[in-house]
């Protein structure tokens, strides 16, 4: 599955996928498995990837599919922030609206939402292969703290929000990207501990 957004009026050249919507300098672009959403509110939103279900309060899950009207009352209801962390899956999300767009992947990072800026616009990808770098002889520079995890702590690749190289990055666990008026907002969700409670031994006999 394959997912690209375009920030800016300054157009890359980028045209190996469908364009799905293209206004106020906001373009979105994907494979034939990318879903899109009408929200009845003139938002649109946008799915690349596998929704397991949708979290509930009690901490509970309710299964739920692309079509389903339970999905498009959340996402019409929540927050965008609040869409990311209730929704069970592994995804990459976007919702358009008007000029404003904002990009984020699962609440756990396991989609990877690679971007790199260049020429005036700001591309995010769900893969290097899909940004402006991968049409590029020259790679630039590398980064050298990717690197170092790649071969010698993490064993195969970067840690989060690093890649290869430096002028490609990638987003951070609970971190999306809001864009609006121009300008482009990186913004970490705060992390919030689930409730604890205090366990007796019959609780202790029950879960064993």
């Known amino acids: 599955m394959k997912f690209r957004v375009i920030f800016g009026k300054s157009r890359v050249a980028l045209d190996d996928l469908a364009t799905l919507h293209d206004s106020n300098g906001i373009v979105v672009q994907g494979s034939q498995d990318m879903m899109r959403i009408e929200l009845g ?114 064993g195969y690749r970067p840690a989060k929000r690093h890649t290869l190289y430096q002028d490609v990055k990638r987003l951070g666990v609970r971190e999306f990207v809001r864009w609006q008026n121009g300008r482009t907002e990186f913004v970490v969700a705060p992390f919030r501990p689930l409730a604890n409670v205090r366990y007796g031994e019959r609780e202790l006999n029950e879960y064993a």
């Open 41 to 154: 509110d003139g938002r649109v939103a946008f799915i690349a990837g596998a929704l397991v279900g949708i979290r509930t309060s009690a901490g509970g899950m309710t299964r739920v599919d692309y079509v389903s009207e339970r999905l498009r009352d959340l996402l019409r209801s929540c927050s965008f922030e609040k869409c990311c962390e209730q929704l069970e899956g592994r995804y990459l999300l976007a919702i358009v609206s008007g000029s404003s767009c904002q990009v984020g992947a699962d609440r756990f990072g396991q989609r990877d939402c690679f971007y790199q800026t260049v020429d005036g616009s700001t591309v995010f990808a769900s893969d290097i292969s899909l940004l402006p770098i991968a049409q590029s002889k020259d790679k630039r520079s590398f980064d050298q703290v990717g690197l170092a995890h790649t071969l010698t702590m993490y």
